[in-house]
């Protein structure tokens, strides 16, 4: 039963998966009933990967559902200071968990620091997440990238920020969140033109709807000379 289970999900799952590589690395967050199910009928044909993109697509629907207070990081409050948004608690843990999964995962690492840090001003949490990611794949640069990163923007260092993640944005895993967000401080710091190249890439390669329609305002406003 569990084995005619995890072909079932294989075969609805098979887009969403390009590597299938089976990790011995023991979950130490708890699942939820439904995922308990059906990781155990993954894993009893071998297929952790298979798992961690399937709980990808749960976290993905997850932060993609409206919740309260979920833009109040994004607006200026009391001079200028970001607010801690309390929306997304799981966000951390969820992310974590795919990384119990598969700890080369590490698209999932960079989104979910990327959204915790930058779109939910909750640093300590995205920081948590990295480091987690990271005594999984020590020397991973492009960890050590988003751990600084974070720190500048712990001290509203815009610039720092944009220094530590340019050399992130061009690589093949980089979520477009964070291009998204770099392209965001380079209008904030007078580097227009660079703008207008991050946003049109985001335009032009991103496969997500939204990223493209926000990418398509701002340069319509840096057009106008806004």
């Not at 001079?79 to 969820?94: I, N």
């Not at 590490?106 to 920081?127: E, I, S, T």
């Not at 033109?193 to 990223?211: F, H, K, M, N, W």
Request: glycine share 10%; charged share 25%.
């Amino acid at each position: 039963m569990r084995l005619a289970a995890g072909l079932l999900l294989c075969a609805v799952l098979n887009g969403v998966s390009h590597r299938l590589r089976p990790q011995a690395w023991p979950l130490a967050r708890p699942l939820a009933a439904q995922a308990s199910v059906e990781d155990a009928a993954l894993f009893s044909v071998g297929m952790r990967r298979l798992a961690a993109d399937l709980e990808l697509v749960r976290l993905l629907i997850y932060y993609g559902t409206p919740q309260a207070q979920a833009g109040e990081a994004l607006e200026p409050h009391a001079e200028g200071a970001r607010v801690r948004s309390s929306a997304y608690p799981g966000l951390a843990r969820r992310t974590m968990r795919i990384l119990d999964k598969d700890p080369s995962f590490g698209y999932v690492a960079l989104y979910g620091a990327g959204a915790l840090a930058f779109n939910l001003n909750r640093p300590g949490d995205a920081l948590e997440v990295l480091r987690y990611a990271l005594s999984r794949d020590p020397g991973n640069r492009q960890y050590l990238a988003y751990i600084g990163a974070v720190g500048f923007h712990r001290s509203g260092d815009e610039r720092g920020v944009i220094k530590l993640l340019e050399p992130v944005l061009h690589e093949p895993d980089c979520p477009t969140l964070i291009k998204h967000m770099v392209a965001f401080l380079y209008v904030r710091t007078g580097q227009r033109r660079q703008a207008r190249l991050l946003y049109r890439e985001i335009l032009e390669t991103s496969q997500d709807e939204g990223y493209r329609a926000m990418a398509a305002r701002a340069l319509e406003r840096l057009g106008r000379g806004g």
